[in-house]
């Protein structure tokens, strides 16, 4: 008995479970074939249908109208045989045959029993006929007010169809513009990491970071740091001669400009990095052959000037 309940209750699960496994079957079939209808073709299958159904009616018309007819020509050959049998009835109660007379009575009554039954006959497939006739002409308006109604929601859909792949195009939420939007972005994303990645190898190569690799030439910091103490030093000495050329000619200009003024020598401007008790002495001119002409002194800057001198008093 254990045994039995066990094996009931494991085959009530399996039956649960196909039951679930056939349940989502279904529901995952009718929505992939939910996705891949299309109104349009189900329309024209519609009615594609009742063309067949109408043919089928009016092929039926068509049969029942066949029927009667040869129903009606099995009614006239029986009209007129059973008119002959009257005929020879007569002709043999003329000649004085009463025998013959009867036989063709007979015969003429078997004949009319017929008519009859062909009759009923005709007037039931002429009834049949009626209402085939009435139901075909129902169902032909039935498949033109479904055409029409057809081509109406058919050109109504296509309409919406067209004017929803236009919104989604302007949208920009179509699979078509989607995938040129994305293209875009990566070549746009590229384009600025090329860009930054152009402007990083730059500033490294400014900064001596990285070196030339194909001259050959490489330099460490020490030999860039050196450089630079190098430059600035060349540029101080520079500094000082220009410094001196200025300060040499400043006390020419003051001869030849003073007539009878005296005034004190002017005070030497002081080197950079030497006290203030240390004046700066400018080197003496060159001596050539000859006396040389008194160069004429360029105008300085103003900030370039030294400290006019003050007189001294008492002297």
Not at 32 to 50: C, F, H, V
Not at 59 to 68: E, M, N, Q
Not at 215 to 242: F, K, P, T
Request: charged share 30%; hydrophobic share 35%.
């Amino acid at each position: 008995m254990v045994a039995a309940k066990k094996l009931m209750k494991g085959t009530a699960a399996r039956m649960g479970v196909m039951k679930r496994v056939q349940l989502v079957f279904k529901a995952k079939a009718n929505k992939a074939l939910d996705k891949m209808e299309d109104p349009r073709e189900t329309l024209d299958y519609s009615y594609q249908r009742q063309l067949e159904l109408l043919t089928k009616v009016r092929r039926g018309v068509a049969d029942v109208a066949t029927s009667r007819k040869r129903v009606e020509l099995q009614m006239n050959q029986l009209q007129q045989q059973a008119n002959k049998l009257e005929d020879q009835a007569r002709k043999a109660l003329g000649m004085g045959r009463e025998d013959l007379a009867r036989s063709a009575l007979e015969r003429k009554a078997s004949a009319q029993s017929q008519l009859n039954d062909l009759q009923a006959q005709y007037a039931q497939l002429q009834a049949e006929e009626e209402k085939l006739t009435v139901a075909s002409q129902r169902l032909q308006a039935k498949v033109d007010a479904f055409r029409t109604r057809k081509e109406t929601i058919k050109a109504t859909y296509t309409a919406a169809e067209a004017q929803t792949r236009i919104n989604e195009a302007f949208t920009g939420i179509s699979e078509e513009m989607g995938d040129v939007g994305m293209a875009i972005q990566r070549a746009e994303d590229k384009t600025a990491q090329m860009q930054a990645r152009a402007g990083a190898i730059d500033e490294l190569m400014a900064s001596g970071a990285l070196d030339d690799a194909v001259g050959g030439d490489r330099r460490d910091d020490i030999q860039n740091e050196l450089d630079m103490m190098s430059a600035s030093s060349d540029v101080e000495r520079e500094l000082s001669r220009l410094k001196g050329e200025i300060t040499a000619g400043a006390p020419k200009q003051l001869e030849g400009g003073a007539n009878g003024n005296s005034q004190a020598a002017p005070q030497a401007p002081q080197s950079q990095g030497q006290g203030q008790g240390t004046q700066y002495a400018p080197p003496p001119p060159e001596q050539g052959q000859g006396t040389q002409p008194t160069q004429q002194a360029q105008p300085v800057p103003a900030s370039d000037l030294p400290a006019e001198p003050q007189d001294r008093e008492g002297s």
